[in-house]
């Protein structure tokens, strides 16, 4: 299922910092990097997410931001992001609901599919990338950076 040239789908969830994160509120202002991930703590995420996080301002330079996903609670998602200097939203998608929305749920076992969406500022998905494996981490800032500039 594919949501490449689609609207994306909204949603709100809590967030690691502090107020609910409403996708839609972003429209019209800013484009967002939404990166579904399986689990606060585990090895792979804890690249993937301080390595985004530490781009942010070139992202925020490219009229980005970025949005973690996954389905850990607020409280977890406070502590790892203390714990690996994550200084950007980690939304607690707790019952999953989002990632089925993005195609990205692996019900089976609890968590999301790591995987990226860049969404326009007028709210349409511009790219999207899944792992193959939750184990893969293949999709690097660089390459959604890129993406950015070519919109």
């Known amino acids: 299922m594919s949501l490449l040239g689609q609207s994306a789908p909204d949603f709100t ?6 107020d609910p ?7 019209g202002q800013k484009h967002v990097v939404l990166v579904f991930y399986p689990l606060d703590f585990s090895p792979v995420c804890s690249m993937q997410l301080p390595e985004y996080s530490g781009r942010q301002d ?7 931001v970025i949005l973690g996903v996954n389905r850990d609670s607020v409280h977890a ?4 992001a203390a714990e690996y200097g994550i200084e950007v939203p980690l939304l607690a998608d ?5 990632a089925r929305l993005y195609g990205v749920a692996i019900d ?4 999301s599919a790591r995987a990226v969406f ?4 007028e709210g349409v998905v511009r790219f999207e990338h899944v792992e193959k494996a939750t184990g893969e981490y293949t999709v ?3 390459v959604v950076l890129n993406q950015i500039k070519a919109l």
């Open 13 to 18: 969830l809590p967030s690691s910092v502090g």
């Open 21 to 27: 994160v409403t996708l839609s509120s972003y429209r």
């Open 58 to 64: 070139d992202f925020a330079d490219a009229g980005a």
């Open 77 to 80: 998602h406070r502590a790892w």
């Open 94 to 98: 707790m019952t999953l609901a989002v």
């Open 108 to 111: 089976e076992r609890g968590i």
């Open 118 to 121: 860049l969404i326009d500022k």
């Open 140 to 142: 690097r800032p660089e």
